[in-house]
């Protein structure tokens, strides 16, 4: 009995260490890639990337992506060159703050906290 239960235990340890989705560094990549997705002006992919955004009705789903659209054609933001994640946490196994860099064609950079929470289609934005 005590090694079915001992082996139980070593298989959840094992599955919860392989799933890569719980890791740091998985928060990081899906950060840098939602706003990479700005950057190159994916809106519609940066607005998917949200928690819950596919349960939004279709014409505001839209509306969000012109917003975004219109946001980044802005003068402070159209020089937006490059995103590099440079932090992260994880809070529980469903919560992570990731830091990131954003780099401006002026030379200038600056530094946001993005807060994704972990679906069942990996980590979104909040």
């Known amino acids: 009995m005590k090694k079915a239960v001992i082996c139980?235990?070593?298989s959840v340890v094992f599955f919860a260490c392989s799933n890569g989705q719980?890791?740091?560094k998985a928060a990081r990549k899906a950060a840098e890639k939602y706003y990479t997705m700005l950057v190159k002006g994916n809106y519609k992919g940066f607005v998917k990337g949200y928690a819950n955004s596919e349960d939004?009705?279709?014409?505001f789903r839209s509306q969000l992506v012109d917003a975004t659209a219109q946001f980044m054609a802005r003068d402070d933001m159209r020089s937006l060159k490059s995103v590099k994640a440079i932090n992260d946490s994880l809070l529980e196994d469903s919560t992570a703050y990731v830091m990131l860099q954003l780099n401006f064609n002026d030379s200038t950079s600056e530094q946001i906290e993005l807060s994704l929470v972990l679906t069942k289609k990996g980590w979104k934005m909040k």
């Open 56 to 59: 939004l009705p279709e014409d």
């Open 8 to 10: 139980c235990l070593l």
């Open 22 to 24: 719980y890791t740091h």
